[in-house]
């Protein structure tokens, strides 16, 4: 995790991507700086109120940030960089591993419109929250984001992670999607995943319950890569603002995790 904002190498390949500022009313707050505020408060958790003087107006960066996660910036970019990194062959669609990650929430993040299953509030065994499920190809680069309620399993966030984080490619053809191979733990072990996996054509490291009766092949040491996850989701939580849930908003919080796998892509 950076401590720093933006890089210049960093901003220059970033820049491109992000919409113009408009050339009406008040002269606007440059973008590299808004995005500097943006990291600054994904990475301490504070609140809004609390950035510092140097990024200018609070309300000017909320307001700038609202309004970007509601045209969908965010993911937006991370797609344009995953498709310049797949140009360069950055991107392993050998392998691709899924996890899931409790989310505890904040009593700031109770109170959204439409109810907390509508903002992905849920509780479970780890209490009041979220659980964000993920997946990333080989180098542990992040590929896919579900968020849902807290006590959701991760099987049934499987085919949203399968149908999300398409990379476009040169030419006339479809975009890419399938890896060859799922790598995941138990949490997505049972007969409706695997035919899941069956009918798109993708092979799965997923060891069996015990209660299994039915033996299968399994490829333990592609499963001892799993680590790969389960450092990615260190990673991103080293962001407080990711490993605590403030926003009431599911798309904000969404929002938040996203603009962290933007940096890890730059």
């Keep these: ?14 820049r491109a991507l992000l919409p113009e500022s408009p ?25 809004w109120r609390d950035l510092p ?19 969908g910036l965010w993911e937006h970019i991370l ?34 419109k439409g109810g907390q299953h509508a903002q992905a509030l849920g509780r479970s065994r780890g209490g009041f929250g979220s659980k964000l499920h993920l997946r990333c190809d080989r180098r542990g680069r992040p590929m896919a984001f579900v968020l849902t309620p807290g006590e959701r399993n991760e ?35 049972g007969q409706p995943a695997r035919d899941l996996l069956r009918r798109r ?26 680590n790969v996850v389960e450092r990615l989701v260190g990673r991103l939580k080293e962001y407080r603002r990711v490993a605590t849930r403030y926003d009431k908003l599911a798309a904000c919080y969404l929002a938040f995790v996203q603009l962290t796998a933007v940096r890890m892509w730059l």
């Design 1 to 14: 995790m950076g401590r720093r904002g933006l890089s210049d190498a960093e901003w220059t390949r970033l």
């Design 23 to 47: 050339r009406t009313g008040r002269p606007h707050k440059d973008h590299r700086l808004g995005l500097d505020a943006l990291l600054w408060l994904a990475r301490t958790g504070a609140p």
């Design 53 to 71: 003087e140097r990024f200018g107006p609070w309300r000017s960066i909320a307001t700038r940030f609202y309004r970007w996660t509601r045209c």
């Design 79 to 112: 797609s344009a960089l995953r498709q310049m990194a797949d140009a360069r062959g950055g991107i392993d669609w050998e392998v691709h591993m899924v996890d899931g990650t409790n989310i505890r929430a904040h009593r700031h993040a109770a109170g959204g």
């Design 155 to 189: 099987r049934m966030a499987l085919p949203d992670l399968l149908a999300a984080g398409a990379v476009r490619r040169g030419g006339r053809g479809p975009p890419r999607l399938r890896p060859k191979t799922l790598v995941g733990d138990r949490g997505y072990t």
């Design 201 to 226: 054509g993708i092979a799965a490291a997923i060891p069996q319950l015990r209660t299994e009766k039915r033996p299968r092949l399994m490829d333990w040491n592609l499963y001892r890569e799993r």
